[in-house]
């Protein structure tokens, strides 16, 4: 992990946010490769998963609401964390976080950081809480959501009869969510503020188990088309002591990540049954059999945040000594990031042979016709190796080099990131070829 932390910072993805004052613990930048890859993994499952379907729409609500939405779902009562306190050094833990750790396991009840005692736990409420107005007082109190999900519920009838929906038919939303972590902790896999995909689908109660099933399996899917090995993901269902008070079933889609827990959950799919719309009093009225019911939710919510980090984990690689035969790779290790090619940040880099101007000019005419339909980059700055090298980095699938051979034969050369095979384009089919290859 420490080595995926180091590259994030390093080429521009993810760094602490505020560093310059030391930073604010749970809370990160994305730089402008991380950008590009929290787009695309945004881009990726909402064509997915709205756009491709017929039965789901999309929403973007606001992040604060009126707070009776929150008194309403219970989270302003019951959005509480187990709390505990080292009685020595005053450092305070999530009580479940601690009951699994393996140091609690072999040291008993004591402080993983200092072994001193702790404290009997107590409930934290983890919503952010701010004011609405210039008068901070009781009746100006609001929060920050710590969900996306009640934004949807709350908009259920406005946005069904608006689009002239039936059941079965879901709404999704992609957007910040806030939550005061107690112990925010293993780089981006819990934040203090973070984003969510969700998708809250809508079913006849006789039609739940059929339809848990089925988002079960289309996210799962997902992942792997994305890239995500196979052996680094697995399906955990909750016991019934772990589930959430609304829920019937969850099935956590977890991914083995590289610290002291293992597996952990990457994404989560709950039957919520009909609580979160008995809660606010809505229900639905079929025009065709009149009968009227409350629907049941079920719900697939991913954190794009996790999710990013479980997709660069599973495509950073080190390769001693390099992947090539030249004295200069020999020297020393590579890094390649094997990301999916809808996901890399960069798709094309152009890198002229020298810095010469009759190769940098055509070099720069490629990269600036190239922008119109891919994310590309620029780069004459060091060696060509090196600047391959570079751009196995982050990620990128296809280098294109204009070398003297260039101006003769107008023709330029890329390179595979992931084969290093390469092939030798005409400039004018050079757009064409690279749609094609980013397609497969």
Same mark, same amino acid.
């Given at each position: ?168 038919? +879901?709404?999704?939303?992609? +957007? ?29 109660? #006789? ?60 994404? +989560? ?61 020999? #020297? ?88 290093? #095979? ?19």
């Amino acid at each position: 992990m420490d080595k995926l932390i180091s590259l994030a910072k390093r080429r521009g993805f993810i760094f602490p946010s505020g560093e310059l004052y030391g930073g604010l613990q749970g809370f990160w930048d994305f730089g402008p490769l991380g950008v590009e890859l929290k787009n695309n993994i945004k881009r990726s499952w909402w064509k997915r998963f709205v756009q491709e379907r017929g039965d789901v729409v999309g929403l973007d609500a606001a992040i604060v609401t009126n707070p009776k939405v929150w008194e309403k779902s219970g989270h302003v009562e019951g959005f509480a964390d187990e709390l505990v306190e080292c009685k020595k050094c005053h450092h305070r833990f999530k009580a479940d976080d601690i009951a699994n750790s393996e140091s609690h396991m072999a040291n008993g009840r004591k402080c993983p950081d200092c072994g001193g005692e702790l404290t009997q736990s107590r409930k934290f409420n983890t919503m952010f809480k701010t004011f609405v107005g210039p008068v901070e007082d009781s009746s100006s109190v609001a929060y920050m959501r710590p969900e996306t999900a009640q934004n949807i519920f709350v908009n259920f009838d406005t946005i069904r009869q608006s689009m002239r929906l039936k059941i079965p038919f +879901g709404i999704a939303q992609i +957007g910040k969510a806030f939550r005061n972590e107690i112990t925010p902790g293993n780089f981006i896999f819990r934040s203090r503020e973070f984003e969510q995909m969700e998708i809250e689908y809508f079913v006849h109660p #006789k039609d739940d188990e059929k339809w848990f099933e089925a988002w079960v399996a289309a996210s799962h899917t997902w992942f792997t088309d994305m890239g995500l090995k196979a052996d680094n993901l697995r399906k955990y269902e909750q016991k019934k002591e772990e589930l959430a008070h609304y829920a019937k079933r969850t099935i956590d889609i977890e991914y083995k990540f590289p610290f002291e827990k293992g597996w952990a959950e990457l994404m +989560g799919i709950a039957n919520r049954t009909d609580y979160d719309l008995k809660a606010h009093g809505l229900k639905y009225r079929d025009e065709v059999s009149t009968e009227e019911f409350i629907p049941y939710v079920i719900e697939p919510s991913a954190g794009v945040d996790r999710a990013a980090l479980a997709f660069l984990l599973d495509a950073y690689q080190e390769v001693e000594g390099g992947r090539t035969t030249t004295t200069e790779s020999n #020297k020393e290790k590579e890094i390649v990031l094997r990301l999916h090619k809808e996901l890399a940040p960069v798709k094309v880099a152009v890198l002229p042979l020298s810095k010469k101007e009759q190769l940098s000019s055509v070099a720069k005419d490629i990269a600036s016709s190239l922008r119109n339909k891919f994310v590309t980059m620029y780069d004459e700055i060091a060696s060509i190796g090196r600047r391959y090298r570079r751009q196995d980095e982050i990620g990128t699938p296809f280098c294109v080099t204009v070398d003297f051979d260039s101006l003769e034969d107008k023709k330029v050369t890329v390179r595979d990131r992931d084969t290093m #095979k390469q092939d030798r384009i005409p400039i004018a089919e050079l757009e064409d070829y690279l749609t094609e290859q980013l397609r497969t």
